[in-house]
């Protein structure tokens, strides 16, 4: 099977995703696969194997063909409504929650302080940040809101799945009237549409074909109008000394910084991924 997905892949990933089908199918790993090879493959994996092959060689990515995706140590439910959760996601996360972690380190009232935390996190998608939060820190309240009703069921599922007790509300966020229906928050995270139109061209089939456009894409003339949105949200909206995490396109991480700092935001951080691109800010609220 991954000699044929070298047509499409890198022969690594080619083998990785073998090993993810061959993990489904067999619910082992691809050594048991090879060993159960050996003694004849059941018809049924057969033609499960078959059906997944099928797909993955039309370029549906292999989390849509299994419908599960891992993010941050745990696996979510996916499908086209959703976007895959990314290992730059989990890093932001992971920022996150050492950001909690800091405010239950720093306050004499630590336990006081953690289960009052509010947190929302905007284009919620698969529910795989607020869900992995509200993993971490049982305490918090977490609200993830979403534009797209289909993308709300998907997170849905994955909060029951997980035990987790998180809101989720159907906002389109570019409608500032709509603003009204949230609460202050202590810190915002998102991973929003950031890709420019004019990138299509040379993004794989994989992800041109499959992933949902509305969550990726922004018009080339107005790629930081969700950050532009953000920032100004978290004037009305985010508590004095609130923190903003947000997912950034690799080439604009400046262009996002100096767009918070014309709306007075004064502490900005830019952070590298595990790659060493620039894909994610901090900013901080004054504290009055």
């Known amino acids: 099977m991954a000699e044929e997905l070298m047509s499409l892949y890198e022969k690594a990933e080619a083998f990785k995703i073998a090993d993810l089908v061959f993990e489904k199918i ?16 059941p018809e ?18 292999v989390q849509y063909v299994l419908n599960e995706a891992w993010f941050h140590g745990r696996k979510f439910f996916v499908d086209e409504r959703v976007l895959i959760p990314r290992p730059e996601t989990d890093e932001l996360a992971e920022w996150v929650m050492q950001e909690v972690n800091n405010r239950q380190r720093a306050t004499v009232n630590a336990e ?14 698969s529910g795989c940040i607020p869900v992995s939060i509200k993993k971490r820190f049982a305490q918090l309240s977490v609200t993830g809101i979403d534009v797209c009703s289909e993308a709300l069921y998907v997170a849905a599922e994955n909060a029951a799945t997980h035990e ?20 202050i928050f202590d810190i915002v995270v998102s991973n929003p549409p950031y890709v420019p139109q004019k990138e299509k061209s040379s993004m794989a089939p994989n992800v041109l074909n499959y992933e949902p456009h509305k969550a990726l894409f922004v018009p080339d003339n107005d790629a930081l109008l969700f950050y532009e949105a953000i920032a100004q949200f978290g004037k009305e909206h985010l508590s004095a000394g609130g923190s903003i995490f947000a997912e950034i396109h690799e080439t604009l991480a400046n262009n996002v910084d100096r767009l918070f700092r014309s709306h007075g935001y004064t502490f900005t951080e830019i952070r590298k991924d595990m790659q060493g691109k620039e894909r994610m800010i901090k900013v901080r609220k004054e504290a009055q």
């Open 26 to 41: 067999t619910g082992s790993g691809k050594k048991e696969f090879v060993l159960i090879s050996d003694s004849g493959i």
């Open 44 to 61: 049924t994996h057969l033609q499960t194997l078959e059906k997944y092959k099928s797909e993955l060689l039309q370029h549906r990515p």
């Open 112 to 125: 006081s302080e953690i289960r009052n935390l509010q947190i929302l996190d905007i284009g919620t998608g």
């Open 164 to 183: 987790t007790d998180i809101e989720l509300m159907l906002i389109d966020f570019l409608n500032k009237e709509e603003w009204n229906k949230l609460g």
